[in-house]
């Protein structure tokens, strides 16, 4: 049995790396990826692991294995040389036996496989192929985003909140923006469980925020760059103030689904609509208190949008742009 290694960051996973793998995968019968993720970094290791395991479910011949290691102890860097890869070459040698082959598209892997007695086969070594890097990545993310691995992509996408109080045009501008950027978007859930606010129970609240926090997870798989969501658990935290006077208490994983980038806040300055399932608009204003509280006690910083339905998209990409796309370093 023929047993190949390739070693990397993935920091973050990209095609080049999957045209790497795929091509030492045809020359051995097991190939050993080695993820080695720096106590550094800032993506884990594990979340590194999880894309390369996904990308590569169907082929049990890829076997992704995890290093942590602490830059104490291994030296990381991007130059090869053969100090640098006789350290990794020890390390490698105490946790596997019988390497045949590395396969790198870097000068270290030839120095790596004679310190390791092997042999090592060169892919790509002038990046005609797949012309990136995982540091152009880093820079740019946006401008190489085609680039990222699918399994990997949704980690990168920003997920843009638009709240605010019933009828300021959430729903409305939630699928507009998703249309004008290509993307999916996450409609206000709520209205999958209730016909009208005044119905609302608080185990209604706690059904609507799990709903909401798994539809974000569904959706941001599908998304390109951005999600936009209708509403979050803030929202509805601050209904069930406004509405029992209680605390919201919901599962961590609902909360970790409620991380975004940007809170986009839709100030109740346009015309109020009842469409027969909202609160009368004395209430929908105080209302629109409570949100805005909500967000100030957890330190959240909104982006505030007035003025007529235009206006708030026009708004709207101003900021989006202003935040993601003039300056992309990431």
């Not at 080695?36 to 993506?43: R, V, Y």
Request: some cysteine; charged content about 25%; proline content about 4%.
């Amino acid at each position: 049995m023929i047993t190949g290694l390739v070693l990397g960051k993935f920091y973050p996973f990209h095609k080049g790396h999957i045209g790497l793998i795929q091509f030492a995968k045809k020359q051995c019968d097991q190939l050993i990826v080695l993820i080695c993720a720096s106590d550094k970094e800032t993506i884990t290791g594990s979340v590194r692991l999880k894309w390369l395991e996904e990308n590569f479910i169907d082929d049990p011949e890829i076997k992704p294995t995890l290093l942590n290691y602490s830059e104490k102890d291994l030296p990381n860097t991007s130059v090869s040389s053969e100090k640098t890869s006789a350290t990794w070459a020890a390390k490698i040698s105490s946790s596997f036996t019988g390497i045949d082959i590395v396969f790198s598209s870097e000068p270290y892997g030839a120095y790596l496989a004679n310190f390791l007695k092997c042999r090592h086969i060169s892919y790509d070594p002038l990046r005609t192929i797949y012309q990136i890097s995982s540091s152009a990545i880093r820079k740019d993310i946006f401008k190489y985003w085609d680039f990222i691995a699918p399994p990997a992509q949704p980690y990168f996408v920003k997920k843009i909140c638009i709240c605010g109080t019933e009828s300021t045009g959430k729903s409305i501008l939630a699928e507009k923006l998703a249309k004008a950027y290509h993307t999916a978007f996450v409609p206000e859930m709520a209205r999958e469980i209730l016909l009208t606010t005044d119905d609302c129970t608080p185990q209604h609240l706690i059904q609507i925020a799990a709903l909401q926090a798994a539809t974000i997870q569904q959706k941001i798989q599908l998304a390109d760059k951005f999600l936009f969501v209708d509403t979050d658990i803030n929202t509805t935290r601050s209904y069930s103030r406004f509405l029992f006077g209680k605390e919201l208490l919901v599962p961590q994983w609902v909360n970790e689904a409620n991380h975004f980038d940007l809170y986009l806040f839709l100030e109740n300055d346009a015309p109020y609509t009842q469409d027969g399932t909202r609160l009368d608009r004395q209430r929908r204003d105080q209302l629109n208190l409570y949100h805005r509280e909500e967000l100030a006690n957890r330190k959240i910083k909104i982006e505030l949008i007035t003025g007529n339905w235009e206006e708030r998209f026009e708004k709207a990409v101003l900021i989006i742009e202003k935040f993601f796309l003039s300056d992309q370093n990431i």
